[in-house]
């Protein structure tokens, strides 16, 4: 069992960068790959970036690729998403998640097994 909670959400302008962090507690969080989703109101969620348990693979969707960096300490429990060059459109709910399956990189959102309860990104043009 892992319990993520996410936090560093907020306002910002566009233009701007946000990190957001997902604390993890339970057992063997290093064995668990991460991912980001995010869900903008009345959009289905969609994958945002995802990285495997080691941090030697990282994977993004096309619409954040050269703007958002997904990095984990295994050591702190912790995955962060550094998001620069934020735009309007990237407004939304983001959760991250965790999950054993090597269909991690897949962007399935039914891949994985745990979420958090998510953080609110606004970016203001």
């Known amino acids: 069992q892992v319990q993520l909670v996410e936090s560093g959400g907020g306002l910002v302008q566009a233009g701007g960068s946000m990190r957001l962090s997902c604390a993890a507690s339970?057992?063997?969080?290093?064995?668990?790959?991460m991912g980001w989703f995010r869900q903008a109101p009345g959009k289905d969620r969609e994958f945002v970036a995802a990285?495997?348990?080691?941090?030697?693979?990282?994977y993004y969707a096309d619409s954040v690729k050269g703007r958002f960096t997904i990095s984990r300490d295994n050591a702190k429990n912790t995955v962060y998403l550094q998001m620069n060059r934020l735009r309007p459109e990237d407004t939304a709910v983001y959760s991250c998640?965790?999950?054993?399956?090597?269909?991690?990189?897949?962007?399935?959102?039914?891949?994985?097994?745990?979420w958090g309860q998510g953080t609110q990104v606004t970016v203001s043009s």
């Open positions: 998640a965790a999950t054993r399956k090597p269909s991690y990189k897949s962007g399935s959102s039914s891949s994985y097994d745990y």
């Open positions: 339970g057992h063997f969080f290093s064995s668990y790959s």
């Open positions: 990285i495997h348990w080691t941090g030697s693979s990282t």
